[in-house]
C-alpha cells in the first residue's frame, strides 16, 4: 500500500515533482478557418457555405465561399 501512495503523488518518471501539467499550445485560428472552409467546399451544399459565411463573414476566405455560394445558385 505504501508503494501505491508514492505512484500516486503525482511525480513522473522524470522526476520532475511537482510541476503543474503544461496547456497545450494553441491552434492558429486562420488554420482552424481555413480548414472549415475546406469542409464546406468539400460537402458543396448552401448550407455548408452559409454556415461559414456565418461565422466568418469577415475573413478572406468568406469571400470564396460567397463566390461558391453564387456558383451553386447558377
Not at 14 to 42: F, L
Not at 54 to 62: I, S
Request: hydrophobic share 40%.
Amino acid at each position: 500500500m505504501v508503494g501505491k501512495a508514492k505512484a500516486d503523488d503525482g511525480r513522473k518518471e522524470s522526476g520532475k515533482a511537482g510541476r503543474a501539467p503544461s496547456m497545450p499550445i494553441a491552434r492558429d485560428p486562420a488554420v482552424a478557418v481555413a480548414e472549415e472552409y475546406e469542409a464546406a467546399r468539400r460537402k458543396g451544399t448552401r448550407e455548408a457555405f452559409e454556415l461559414f459565411i456565418a461565422r466568418h463573414g469577415e475573413d478572406p476566405l468568406a469571400e470564396q465561399a460567397r463566390a461558391e455560394l453564387k456558383r451553386l445558385s447558377r
